[in-house]
């Protein structure tokens, strides 16, 4: 079972995708599921399940990227926007309180990234060591972080932009899943990631594109 478990929609500031236009493209690629993993709000994720309705075997996964004090949090399962600006280890927290599992989004990315120091000051289910917008290194060693922590690993394309999506996901060696059993393979570590790294023609969209919605956005992060 595939899973691009990192995905943006019109339902982030610095998205425009439309998520039933996300799901179709998912189906498109032979994906059995996606997450919908909007900046701090699950707001997308209804119109991604209805666009899946009639799409049998395939999975919506709600979740969201909670942007804490530090860096990004992955928050898969939840039922309710998780406050942003909050410390990982809370925000960690609130993830499991609201039955959900936390994940940490690409650690090792500049801007973004938690960084080892607070990635390792909160208790996670998983890392994420494949995000197709990050680069080999910062993948590497994520990779190699959840290695000597004894983490599970989750991997997704962090599309925002259609044709993204699908270049990273995540592996469960199982069939047909529910949402339930895939957040316990998260949680448990019994998933791989897969898929591509950030090469030098898209590190220079994406920082680009970051820095002039950074600037946009009154030099504020998301």
């Known amino acids: 079972m595939r899973l691009d478990l990192h995905n943006h929609t019109l339902y982030s500031p610095d998205s425009r995708v439309d998520p039933a236009d996300l799901v179709r493209q998912s189906r498109a690629l032979g994906l059995d599921g996606i997450a919908i993993t909007d900046h701090n709000s699950i707001a997308g994720v209804r119109k991604a399940t209805e666009a899946a309705a009639g799409l049998p075997g395939f999975l919506v996964i709600p979740a969201t990227e909670v942007s804490t004090e530090e860096g990004h949090v992955l928050a898969f399962g939840v039922s309710h926007p998780i406050p942003r600006d909050l410390l990982p280890s809370e925000t960690a927290e609130r993830i499991v309180a609201d039955g959900g599992v936390a994940v940490a989004a690409h650690p090792y990315r500049f801007w973004s990234g938690l960084g080892e120091r607070s990635t390792l000051s909160a208790t996670f289910a998983a890392y994420e060591v494949r995000n197709a917008r990050t680069s080999r290194a910062g993948n590497e060693l994520a990779e190699r972080l959840a290695a000597r922590q004894n983490v599970g ?7 925002h932009f259609l044709h993204e999506h699908g270049r990273a996901f995540t592996v469960l060696d199982a069939g047909p899943s529910s949402l339930g059993t895939v957040l316990e393979a998260i949680a448990s570590g019994r998933t791989r990631a897969e898929g591509v790294h950030r090469g030098p023609k898209e590190t220079g969209l994406y920082v680009t594109k970051c ?5 946009l956005r009154g030099m504020r992060r998301i």
Do not use: H, N
């Open 153 to 159: 690993r989750t991997g997704g394309s962090d599309s």
């Open 211 to 215: 820095v002039s919605e950074w600037i």
